[in-house]
């Protein structure tokens, strides 16, 4: 019926009458119709009744038929093509065996792709097929890539990659349908599931998306999940680690979970598998004993036939922080200087004094039988030094030098230096019964401490003398800068005497007799060390309570005692602040495959910022204990620098500065940052059909599993159909025979009527 320059036809109404008229015209056609009907109701025969009726309407229906002049228009038509995306999921877990001992995940897409390539191409009249990778951004990708390039995308972000493709088909080209190809190993907007704004935006979609789950349900899989923990915790207080442990195909086994701290085991617990695919919660509670940030990482076994063996630990950074700075101050004997100090502790807020007296020395002789006779309450001699010695953040013993004979000196002696060592600090202020009568009554003690017993006492008053090093150290800087600092030091009273002392290898004296000598040095008056994890300090004198008094001639106060105290407090337990080189990594835990990086702020000892100073990172791994990388760079005007490491492989590192202006030697700093072996992509080896499923469903389209023989009849929009070209109405009305068949209905129903007796 097509003219050879038109390609479509459609039929259309050529009469000229309004469409109102029209409608007239037809109500009264089938009122006559009616009528007609109406008449020949009484008619006995039912045949005639039949007859007279068809041929009423079969007149009625062919004077319609000219009423309405029926055409054909013949039309020049274009069809748009649509838009077909194929979405191929490239995050790295579809580089998972799609079955034991089977091709990847992305290989078997690229293989059934390359099946579908036939029906791909029959839909060319109507569609134009775009395969995507998702990587997360979408990009061209064909099947012989997905055979051979490994897929590494971070994560999975189904959502995303639709949105991607519905908005790149806005314009003349619609998008009729998406073919979604993934394992539903979602980690971002459908994690939870296609529910609540997730499942409103597949919905404004308003294309059909069909799915194809790739991979099995049935791997073998170990998977440390689930992991809560607080980002930080106080020092001495007990924290809880939660994880979950997934395991498929294990089912009766016990599975050993083991927390550890830096290649240090902290806990360990013993879980048992109930089912196939079970998940079993797992909570370690320990207590830190050190602050500043470490890693710790949860590890299980890592079996032969598992799917993923990265999955197996998860590592975290802990900030471990202070509450408050727990004090125990043990003191031999009521003194102006005990007097002092207890009461600059009670007053701040940031401590928390726990103190006692010991109102005895070694020669007293009380003359009793039972010692617990000289005390209305008995030192808890047991309690303090064994079971709640962990619990205190500084020691102080305050000239004191009394052993009780209930407890062994060698006992306690040795849980104080396993105290130091292990991450505590110790302070020993001399005095007559310290360093002195009682020096050899705590040899073990001794033994964690800078400073050794030299001699006698010296009684003969002095100022004290500011060493170099106490010069720019954090516990003896008192003032605003150097020439301050010994300033004050300078103005400061007397000091009525001090024990004799002699300097360990490795320990920092700030602070000496000018006069007093050992074996040709000055003696040491403030001495410091770090002793294993710990620090301790010695202040061979039991009269700086002298340097409470105000010295300055005009009266004004003078709180040099106060600050001297405080900041050996804050050394002692490492407060980040009293630092001059301050480490910070950026960020604390790190994906796979991403940059380390750490940000260093460099201070000169009077802790004003250290413009241009020379800054070396070293990047060392806690598990090798082995340099890794090294970075250098300069500070800025405020002192700070970021550098940054390329990814290095997955596991705890310390991050170790060091910086110099000049022949300044700035200090040195660390802290440390967990690689991840995994990121949330890897993390778990399963699929997730009821995701697929539901995307599918929400988006009206069907959901599908590969492996498949081929493409099945997916559900997509037809494309749209424009008229492009010229028109040409062609009549069917005007036949003649058109006019001879209304006529003829027309006699016959006369014919019939005169015939039945009605006319």
Do not use: C
């Not at 038509?77 to 034991?100: C, G, T, W």
């Not at 639709?162 to 190809?181: D, H, I, M, N, Y």
């Not at 910070?584 to 940000?599: F, Y």
């Not at 993390?683 to 539901?694: F, G, I, K, W, Y």
């Amino acid at each position: 019926m097509n003219s050879p320059s038109f390609n479509a036809w459609k039929l259309v109404s050529l009469s000229p009458l309004p469409v109102w008229a029209l409608v007239l015209l037809a109500v009264g056609l089938v009122a006559g119709i009616a009528l007609a009907a109406w008449g020949v109701r009484r008619e006995p025969s039912r045949g005639r009744r039949l007859l007279l009726w068809g041929l009423r309407l079969g007149a009625g229906l062919a004077a319609f038929f000219f009423l309405l002049e029926p055409g054909i228009r013949h039309l020049q038509v274009a069809r748009m093509k649509n838009r077909v995306a194929v979405l191929v999921d490239r995050s790295a877990s579809m580089n998972f065996p799609s079955e034991p001992g089977g091709p990847t995940r992305s290989a078997q897409v690229a293989a059934f792709l390359e099946k579908a390539a036939p029906t791909f191409a029959s839909w060319k009249d109507r569609f134009t097929v775009e395969v995507y990778g998702v990587d997360p951004e979408l990009s061209p990708v064909t099947p012989a890539q997905l055979g051979s390039e490994p897929a590494r995308a971070g994560t999975t972000d189904l959502l995303a990659a639709l949105r991607s493709a519905s908005a790149a088909g806005q314009g003349s080209r619609k998008l009729s349908g998406v073919l979604l190809f993934s394992d539903g190993a979602d980690n971002a907007e459908l994690k939870a599931g296609a529910v609540g704004r997730a499942r409103a935006a597949l919905t404004d979609l308003g294309v059909p998306v069909s799915t194809f789950l790739v991979g099995q349900e049935a791997l073998k899989d170990l998977a440390v999940e689930g992991l809560k923990v607080d980002d930080f915790a106080f020092v001495r207080n007990s924290l809880t680690v939660e994880v979950e442990i997934h395991g498929r195909g294990f089912a009766g086994q016990d599975i050993p979970v083991v927390l550890s701290q830096e290649g240090k085991t902290v806990a360990n617990k013993l879980v048992r598998m109930t089912t196939a695919d079970d998940v079993k919660p797992v909570s370690f509670t320990f207590t830190p004993d050190q602050t500043g940030r470490f890693v710790y990482t949860v590890t299980v076994p890592t079996f032969p036939d598992e799917a993923v063996s990265e999955n197996n630990s998860r590592s975290f950074t802990l900030k471990v922080i202070r509450d408050r700075v727990r004090v125990l101050l043990v003191v031999g004997r009521p003194s102006w200087d005990e007097r002092f100090l207890r009461g600059l502790l009670k007053q701040d807020a940031n401590v928390d004094l726990v103190s006692f007296y010991i109102l005895r020395t070694l020669s007293d002789d009380p003359g009793v039988t039972n010692e617990r006779e000289l005390s209305l309450i008995p030192f808890p001699m047991e309690e303090i030094f064994d079971t709640k010695l962990h619990t205190f953040d500084v020691v102080i013993f305050q000239n004191f030098g009394y052993s009780d004979p209930s407890l062994s000196i060698a006992e306690y002696e040795r849980n104080l230096e396993r105290y130091i060592h292990e991450g505590g600090a110790f302070v020993m202020i001399g005095g007559d019964s310290v360093l002195g009568e009682g020096r050899a009554s705590m040899p073990t003690l001794m033994e964690a401490l800078p400073v050794e017993a030299a001699g006698p006492a010296n009684p003969e008053p002095f100022k004290p003398r500011l060493t170099p090093e106490g010069l720019r150290h954090p516990v003896t800087s008192i003032g605003t800068g150097a020439a301050s600092t010994e300033g004050t030091w300078g103005e400061l009273a007397p000091i009525p005497g001090a024990n004799l002392t002699r300097a360990r290898q490795g320990a920092t004296v700030l602070m000496d007799h000018p006069f007093a000598t050992v074996d040709g040095k000055n003696a040491p008056l403030v001495s410091v060390w770090d002793y294993g994890r710990g620090r301790a300090m010695v202040v061979a004198t039991d009269a700086t309570w002298s340097w409470a008094f105000t010295a300055h001639r005009d009266g004004s106060p003078n709180r040099a005692y106060d600050r001297f105290w405080g900041n050996a407090l804050r050394w002692l337990v490492r407060d980040p602040d009293l630092t001059t080189l301050k480490v910070t990594a950026d960020p604390p835990s790190v994906e796979p495959g991403r940059p380390v990086g750490v940000v260093v702020q460099a201070r000169m000892a009077d802790y004003q910022p250290a413009q241009d100073a020379q800054v070396r990172v070293e990047l060392f791994s806690v598990a090798t204990q082995k340099p890794v990388a090294v970075q250098t760079g300069t500070t800025g005007a405020d002192g700070v620098v970021r550098l940054e490491f390329a990814p290095p492989a997955p596991g705890p590192y310390k991050l170790l500065a060091s910086a110099k202006k000049g022949d300044t030697d700035l200090g040195k700093g660390e802290d440390a940052v967990a690689v991840r072996a995994v990121g949330p992509e890897l993390s778990d080896a399963s699929v997730r059909p009821q995701l697929m499923e539901q995307i599918a469903s929400v988006t009206e389209g069907k959901a599908y599993k590969l492996p498949m023989d081929g493409l099945p009849d997916v559900p997509l929009l037809d494309p749209p159909v424009v008229e492009v070209g010229r028109a040409k109405d062609q009549p069917l009305w005007d036949r003649w025979y058109y006019l001879v068949a209304l006529i003829a209905l027309l006699g016959a129903e006369w014919f019939a009527r005169r015939r039945f007796g009605y006319v």
